[in-house]
């Protein structure tokens, strides 16, 4: 089988990683140059499968032109209720997930970093940041994950979530 993603190391490349890797799957890894080419010969049936981050999909799957099988998150998508999840499928503790955060250079004055930090939490408590993060298949962050503190702390978790896949694959930088 080969599965696409939309460049070596991208979002969607990990994820097939961490669920090829959870299924015991040896797939080839097609990269292509973003999402759409990749789509797009997805779509050709020229690729067996992707993982692809949901606005790069929402609208071929609402369409009926692709068939998705899962979502990656622990919980169901609230743009496809009806679709279960990984772990609700039997893949217990699979939780793969896009997530976006500020970063700054070490050294930068804290009120610097505290003012974009609160620019960026009252944008994301506007119900337009809202909706339009909802449409596009994106959760809004929850109130307690916004901190420099938590932050921290998971982006320490993710290395150790996917040090072991992605050593196992042969990803590296390029």
Not at 5 to 34: E, F, K, Q
Not at 61 to 72: I, M, Q, R, S
Not at 86 to 115: C, H, M, S
Not at 138 to 161: G, W
């Amino acid at each position: 089988m080969r599965f696409a993603s939309a460049g070596s190391g991208s979002a969607d490349h990990l994820a097939c990683v961490l669920l090829n890797a959870t299924l015991h799957i040896d797939a080839t890894h097609v990269p292509y140059r973003g999402g759409a080419p990749a789509l797009i010969d997805l779509l050709a049936g020229r690729i067996d499968y992707s993982c692809f981050i949901m606005p790069t999909a929402v609208q071929q799957v609402e369409a009926g032109a692709l068939k998705a099988l899962a979502v990656t998150t622990h919980a169901r998508s609230p743009i496809f209720p009806d679709l279960p999840s990984a772990e609700q499928q039997g893949l217990k503790g699979f939780d793969v997930y896009t997530w976006n955060a500020l970063f700054f250079p070490k050294g930068t004055p804290e009120p610097i970093v505290r003012r974009l930090h609160d620019a960026a939490v009252a944008a994301l408590n506007t119900l337009d940041v809202q909706n339009r993060l909802r449409e596009i298949g994106a959760n809004v962050v929850a109130p307690e994950r916004r901190s420099s503190d938590y932050l921290a702390q998971f982006v320490k978790d993710q290395i150790e979530k996917w040090a072991a896949p992605i050593k196992a694959s042969g990803i590296s930088a390029d």
